[in-house]
């Protein structure tokens, strides 16, 4: 198992430029999460999916949009990045709704906005 | 909404115990305490969860006190390779509330 993936690794946008951030699970996870982090902060939470067809804001959701797009993938869009949106974004999954405590995470992509 | 505090760093010298206090005053009834590590340039990976008493395994043991309003990490005899960011999460019913904190920097040294 390849656990959770995330394309790209690493990106770089213009201001007002638009691009989304793919990430996949496989491991039948149900609920899936969007958080980023910024340098030596904690994480927060930008939307979540407890499930397929379903989205909810998190913590920081504004100028995003997230789509489930089935069980296995949740896309994160940026319609026209900031410069405040340079950041590191981890995609996460957890086991079915109940335990969002425990959850697995991507590696991570870098983006930077210029 | 229960709020962690946890030191923002500590040092240890490889072989060492290391324990990691998470104050969580405010903690609900059906809470649990979860604790994630975080490398450089990586994504969290959970470490050990518990309700209350002492939980051990592979990596960690966890200690909650009775009264649940504080946890402690503790990582036996450490080495560099332990050197991480540890956050301590109190999970309150719904991911919207799921809330990562700063974390403690934990370094290892020679």
């Known amino acids: 198992n390849a656990g959770v993936t995330q394309t790209p690794k690493f990106q770089v946008l213009k201001t007002g430029q638009s691009m989304t951030l793919q990430c996949a699970q496989d491991?039948?996870?149900?609920?899936m999460y969007w958080y980023r982090q910024d340098p030596g902060m904690g994480l927060r939470l930008i939307y979540y999916?407890?499930?397929?067809?379903?989205?909810d804001k998190g913590e920081v959701p504004n100028g995003y949009n997230v789509s489930r797009l089935n069980k296995r993938e949740f896309s994160l869009r940026l319609e026209s990045a900031a410069p405040s949106q340079t950041s590191v974004y981890f995609c996460a999954s957890s086991p079915p709704w109940g335990a969002a405590e425990t959850q697995y995470f991507g590696p991570g992509t870098r983006l930077l906005v210029l | 909404l229960a709020k962690t505090t946890q030191p923002i760093s500590m040092d240890s010298y490889e072989g060492q115990e290391v324990n990691i206090t998470c104050s969580h005053n405010?903690?609900?009834?059906?809470?649990?305490i979860t604790w994630y590590q975080q490398f450089p340039s990586q994504g969290p990976r959970f470490i050990i969860q518990?309700?209350?008493t002492k939980v051990t395994n592979e990596v960690a043991s966890l200690f909650i006190p009775a009264d649940r309003k504080s946890s402690t990490l503790s990582l036996p005899r450490v080495s560099l390779s332990d050197t991480a960011v540890y956050y301590c999460l109190v999970f309150t019913g719904t991911a919207s509330k799921l809330t990562f904190g700063t974390g403690t920097r934990l370094q290892v040294t020679l």
């Open positions: 999916s407890a499930s397929e067809g379903t989205t």
């Open positions: 405010n903690i609900a009834t059906n809470d649990y």
């Open positions: 518990g309700y209350k």
């Open positions: 491991m039948n996870h149900n609920s």
